[in-house]
């Protein structure tokens, strides 16, 4: 069984920074793509980046392009969100999200396993 517990998030002023983590318990940790999605109220759950296990590298959605940054440490089982430039409309519920096979994909119903979701709020 593999369970994800975010940490972090929380509210700032636009144009802050903020950063989430998410700790995975189970095995085979680096073999899984993590990938981060959020949900702001009334729309449907966004793609935000992955990180690939395989291949160790990065995917961004282009609305976050240049401002946030995933990263993993593959001995400590966690993956990390850095966000900078924060605007109004990243308030959002993020989420982590596993995933263990090799196929690339953005789509959230592809990914395996969820964490409960952190709160990020962004005001004007």
């Known amino acids: 069984q593999v369970q994800l517990v975010e940490s972090g998030g929380g509210l700032v002023q636009a144009g802050g920074s903020l950063s989430v983590s998410c700790a995975v318990s189970?095995?085979?940790?680096?073999?899984?793509?993590m990938a981060w999605f959020r949900q702001a109220p009334g729309k449907e759950r966004e793609f935000v980046g992955v990180t690939r296990w395989s291949r160790s590298s990065t995917f961004y959605a282009d609305s976050v392009k240049g401002r946030f940054t995933i990263s993993r440490d593959n001995a400590k089982n966690t993956v990390y969100l850095q966000m900078n430039s924060l605007k109004p409309e990243d308030t959002a519920v993020y989420y982590c999200?596993?995933?263990?096979?090799?196929?690339?994909?953005?789509?959230?119903?592809?990914?395996?396993?969820w964490g409960q979701g952190t709160q990020v709020t962004v005001s004007s």
């Open positions: 999200a596993a995933k263990s096979t090799e196929v690339f994909t953005t789509i959230a119903r592809f990914y395996d396993y």
């Open positions: 189970g095995r085979t940790f680096s073999r899984y793509d």
